[in-house]
């Protein structure tokens, strides 16, 4: 048994003197870690299954606990890898490399998606990370149309997953 507090409580959290910053990128290192490093995946890493170890003698005074360890799922080194420069490609916006890693994941038709459904900029955008995206109502309504989902509404979202 561990005693903690479910991440998703935040007002409990400061009041403990949890710097919610340093939680965040805890979290954030974590699940980049299996991810990007080891290949595994947490598949259902919902705030109910993150809790937080109240413990002065750790970094920033807690410890980061992950529940419910029965859905994982283990990327094979090749995908691993192609994840890793597929975000890589996102995050330098190179284009034509996320093109080239969407077609080694095997999901080409994704490359347009990609970038703006995970950094939230479109294929090609001149606009900087940590900027404000730059997507006039033109860009998006093309984005969409290139996706077939021209009429997606927040109703239709499903399909869009399974396009994905």
């Not at 595994?40 to 529940?67: I, Q, T």
């Not at 606009?127 to 093309?142: F, Y």
Request: proline share 4%; net charge negative.
């Amino acid at each position: 048994f561990i005693d903690g507090v479910p991440v998703h409580q935040t007002e409990r959290l400061q009041a403990e003197g949890i710097d919610l910053r340093a939680l965040a990128q805890t979290v954030l290192e974590a699940f980049a870690t299996m991810i990007f490093s080891h290949g595994f995946v947490h598949a259902d890493p919902h705030p109910g299954n993150l809790s937080v170890e109240l413990d002065k003698s750790a970094a920033h005074g807690f410890r980061l606990v992950l529940l419910d360890h029965g859905l994982y799922r283990e990327l094979d080194e090749g995908f691993r890898r192609a994840n890793c420069r597929l975000w890589q490609a996102m995050l330098v916006q190179d284009q034509a490399a996320v093109v080239r890693e969407c077609h080694a994941m095997n999901m080409p038709d994704l490359a347009k998606l990609m970038p703006f459904m995970l950094i939230n900029r479109p294929a090609g955008t001149s606009s900087a990370l940590g900027s404000p995206a730059d997507v006039s109502a033109e860009e998006l309504a093309r984005l969409k149309e290139e996706l077939g989902i021209s009429n997606l509404s927040l109703g239709d979202i499903g399909e869009l997953a399974d396009k994905l």
